[in-house]
């Protein structure tokens, strides 16, 4: 593997003499994209990452990121023929949590889950005048890429995103068969959540809404029952913040995404209706937990990190909402 690799350099080396900068970058995306074919995700990183990155290149942007997502054990072709088709809006995160990928998830440092948001990460940071500390939006990344390119780029994270999703929700919901709480992790809820927390919602507290949940939510009546890898709450902000992270960017990529291609992609038919069931679970978070802004449009892993460590009243009412909520 390493001559493999030397011999690659090299010949990249030797291409370059004489040639301009832009024909060396458009030279090893195409041997990166070849090496991307044959499964060599490593090697393709490799002479990607050796060129120094093209943050404002479109072409090379979107393969780097599918050769982090190569590593990753993220594939196009299984996504859209086994597990897209299988989305359901009534059971979202246990449609996700089912997906091939899923389950690469084993801890909360695993390298398929990394790679992925490494993957993704490059996307979302297109144009490379935004820093960590900056919130990724659409608009900073439009600074730099603009069009269709920027449009592929979205579709591209969008579903990266997706299957990220699903090994977040798998690993800390416990999940099995679509199900939370099945596995051996001994959780019935994402967080042991602080009972006391207030709202001002029909729930005083979040107690009284974790003893409404439905009958079939493993969490009812569950205030102490977390995942391992999320207790305690405090010591854990930054794994919440990569699950803030995921979902935060996935709401805001997928209304990009439909507003340019939703007549003509049928895989997105369902993410309508999915859409649909967070809008209205995200008017009930408002309503129950005013100035919610620290993490409900929070973009950035680090942002999330430095606005909810000191606090974590507003991140446990996030995940109450929109995870344990909507997974049975």
Not at 214 to 226: E, H, I, L, Q
Not at 314 to 321: A, K, P, V
């Amino acid at each position: 593997m390493l001559k493999i690799l030397l011999s690659i350099l090299i010949l990249i080396l030797v291409c370059a003499c004489g040639k301009s900068r832009e024909d060396i970058i458009e030279e090893t995306i195409e041997k990166a994209n070849i090496l991307l074919t044959s499964g060599n995700c490593d090697l393709a990183i490799t002479i990607l990452e050796g060129i120094g990155r093209q943050t404002k290149h479109f072409r090379y942007l979107r393969t780097l990121s599918s050769a982090y997502a190569c590593k990753a054990g993220y594939s196009e072709s299984v996504l859209f023929g086994n597990d897209l088709p299988n989305i359901s809006d009534t059971s979202f995160w246990g449609s996700l949590s089912s997906f091939g990928t899923s389950t690469k998830m084993t801890s909360p440092t695993a390298k398929s889950f990394t790679n992925l948001l490494t993957a993704i990460e490059i996307i979302l940071y297109a144009g490379g005048g935004i820093p960590e500390t900056t919130e990724p939006t659409v608009a900073e990344r439009s600074e730099f890429i603009q069009g269709a390119e920027l449009g592929d780029l979205h579709t591209q994270a969008l579903y990266m995103l997706i299957s990220a999703l699903g090994m977040y929700v798998y690993h800390y919901g416990d999940a099995d068969n679509g199900l939370k709480s099945q596995r051996s992790a001994g959780n019935d809820c994402f967080l042991d959540y602080n009972e006391n927390i207030s709202t001002t919602s029909t729930y005083a507290n979040l107690g009284d809404f974790i003893d409404a949940l439905p009958v079939d939510n493993a969490c009812r009546g569950s205030k102490n029952s977390g995942h391992p890898d999320l207790t305690t709450v405090v010591a854990n902000v930054s794994r919440l913040c990569d699950g803030v992270f995921l979902f935060n960017n996935f709401r805001v990529v997928l209304t990009e995404v439909f507003s340019d291609l939703a007549d003509a992609v049928d895989d997105l038919d369902a993410l309508n209706a999915v859409k649909l069931v967070f809008d209205i679970q995200r008017q009930a978070l408002q309503e129950a937990k005013a100035d919610m802004t620290n993490v409900d449009t929070v973009l950035s892993r680090s942002v999330c990190v430095s606005e909810n460590t000191a606090n974590t009243e507003y991140i446990e009412t996030y995940f109450l909402y929109y995870f344990d909520f909507l997974f049975n």
